[in-house]
């Protein structure tokens, strides 16, 4: 995992550069650093390295999640120099910000040790508490922050009770003698309280319902980019770890939670989709409806069972893809309307046809239409759900994708139907790239959904 | 290889048709299309000869095991046939036409064509429901911005439920065959019959399956999406859904559906075959009811596809000739038949019945053409349908006496439809609106002058249809009943 070592120092070198008044290079600096650092952590494949007296492994699962999350920074640091075009003064502190945002997500994806899991969230956690922050003068922005600081801060002491309960219990924080402890047969009824606990914690962090309300509201006021990071970074990373913690060390007493998590995985299904039907403004739209692939997500933990995490990943990435090059044509869409409404998208595919065909494939995609790249990802959920015999959670899914579709054809309609008075229209440069980049994966991974299906 | 050729020269011609610019769209595609059904010609000489086109698979997703696995039996051939010979005559049917932003127009009716035969090709399960969703993108697109009505808020709506009505259906045909998957371990068609399932595992996956098929055709009650979206498509969609389209669902019935659960099948036909021949009686009643010209057309489509699905469902060898016969026919005659409906909508820009009237006095290359292929979806002898028809009830007749004998009235409700409007519309008293009414253009004429041909050709002289098809329907037959 030196991955996780050569990021730390990317964060710190970017305010370096800060202090030698270089930010005119930070963002290639960057993004150089970040491609390094992805092909680095490539080379550690199907090594299994044990780093740091067992507190990081750097198994496939890790490596794989963290190369996705390398990547997902990298396309949101493309979108950053533009983004904070009025706050350029303090553009590299914000880089370095959504690097150390990376550190805390890789972290929790390779941790082997509660400890190290606890400091990940911890740094992911505040790291975008600031960002949910950063637009100073806006009422929104700021009330964001400080829900969203709130919310997480009793999600994180929740945790941390947890994880001291577990460790009165089994008196370690490695998840290998936890997993040891769980199987002995003798199980002290604190570890199922603090198993409990955790799990409390983490269905708040991947906002699985009934712990989603702060989502909408927090998505919704943070600047459009940092919105685009909780619903990638901060999710695909939560969900990683969730993984990771109930595929290993809680995998037994998975065995006696798997019925109430399955009621949340339906909960958060129908109630996402069902609550982005009524939404007139685009990121609620989407801060719903990753509720709601959370749901999917869930579904896809709930029904592994510590099997390989294939379908995980394959859901995830498809889901990450889309959502980012949703939100870059967001962010252009939104500075030529000044609107965050649904209609401010009215008369795209005239003013913009490339755009507007980039979106109808992302949507199609976050819909799970064949051959885009998010309809393996739900047939691969399905399949392993069907496999473990749990078809009722499948026909929910069913069910609540076919709603799905409505919300996110009201995009496609606005697009492609309906004209607008504005007349002027003009996308930067690094938006169109990264949105075209998403486009390409996500056609690519459909029509060869085998480069990364059974990667473990 | 021919089968790939023939698979994706579709989607080279859609490229190539976007690339050309909006001026030379419509040629290119229409000399496109045209090579694509000579190609498709070749493969028919080939499976004389073989028995079978040539096969293709090839490992396309490792974990879990997918093939890309193509091949075509007569049964197969035959629906590339229509497909193929469709698609050029519909594109034809647009010449001389405005059509704004002709060449993202041209290049999606041939993205659905490369849909459509995909369908009909793929032997893998999962290949088949790409293709079978493919097929709903580009004529969602066709039907939801190049439709003809006013009312845009009333269109999208209409479009928007067929697309998720039929989205809805696949998504359980989706878990069914990933069901399936988890028995058999393979999607391949061979693996999928061969396998054990018991009564109500069968009972279960072929109503899911149904329903994603029941919806597509449609059968009774799964159609209310139909009249709307045919009123609102323009015509050159209506003519694919109604004419290829609609067919994907009943090649389903018969590929997919009957040999994989046979004892599924035998426990549910009664109800099944009841609901396609309510199907035929309600869609003729409601046809004779109607005053807008297209969704008279839709009903009586609706109509005719029952009494297909309801020879396939009495699971005999004449209702499954009779099924393919009248498949090729009612794609041919459906077309014609949308096809003079268009013309009287280009020249008065009007589809009431009630305010049309005379026309024949103004038109006679036109009403003759038109009163031939009305003479056809009535099904006189020595055209297309009847030899169809005829079959579909002596399958019918072979299941049950009484349901054949209400399917029956179809062909008597049906002459009752269409000959009033064909009387309303050309006979009788020229009005303002029918007032100066322009005979045939030759581009017009030319696409009635194929569509009859095809007509009486395979009125007359069907028994190369039922060479083609006949040992694919042994088979599908014997499978069924196994």
Redesign the interface.
Known sequence: MKALTYTSFLGIACLVLEIFNLRKVAVPFVLLSLAAIFGLNLTEWNTNQIYYHDMLRGDNFAIAFTGLLIIIAFLLVCLSGNFFQSEETKLADYIAIIIFTLCGAIAMVSFSNMTVFFIGLEVLSISLYILAGSKKTDIRSNEAAMKYFLMGSFASGILLFGITLVYGASGSFNLSEIATYATSGKVDAIFQVGVVLILIAMLFKVSAVPFHFWAPDVYEGSPTLITAMMATIAKVAALAAFYRLFSTCFINSFHVFAWVLSFVAILTMLLGNLTALNQDSFKRMLAFSGIAHAGYMLLAIITLYGNKANSLFFYATAYSFASIGAFAIAMIVMRNMKSEKIEAFNGLGKKSPLLAFTLTVLMLSMAGIPPMAGFFGKYYVFLDAIRNHHLALVLVAVVTSVISVYFYFKVILAMWTKDSDEATFSADMPYTIVSLICLAVTILLGLSPSLISSLF | MLLVLILFFPLVAALLTYAVGDKLAGKVALGLSAIEFVISLVALKNLAHHGIVSQYSHM?????KIFFAISADGLSLLMVLLTTFLVPVIILSSWGKEISNAKSFYSLVLLMQFALIGVFVATDGFLF??FW??A??PIY?IA??WGENKD?EFR?TAI?KF??YT??GS??M??AF??L??KAGSFMINDLYALDLSISEQCWLAAAFFFAFAIKIPIFPFHTWQADTYKEAPTVGTMLLAGIMLKMGLYGLLRWMLPIFPHGIIALNPVLITLSVIGIIYGSIIAIQQGDLKKLLAYSSFAHVGLIAAGIFSLTIEGFQGAVVQMLAHGVNVVGAFFAGEIIFRRTGTFEISKLGGIRNLAPKFATCFILVVLASVALPTTNAFIGEFLLLYGTFEYNTWLSLVAGLTIILGAVYMLKMYQRTMLGETNSITAGFADLSISELSVFVILIAAIFVCGVYPKPIFEIAGPALDNILKTTLR
């Open positions: 396309w997703i490792c974990d879990p429901y790409i969703e493919l709903l993108i697109f939801l911005l845009k999208n928007f697309f998720v989205l809805a998504l359980f989706l878990v990933i069901f998957y988890s």
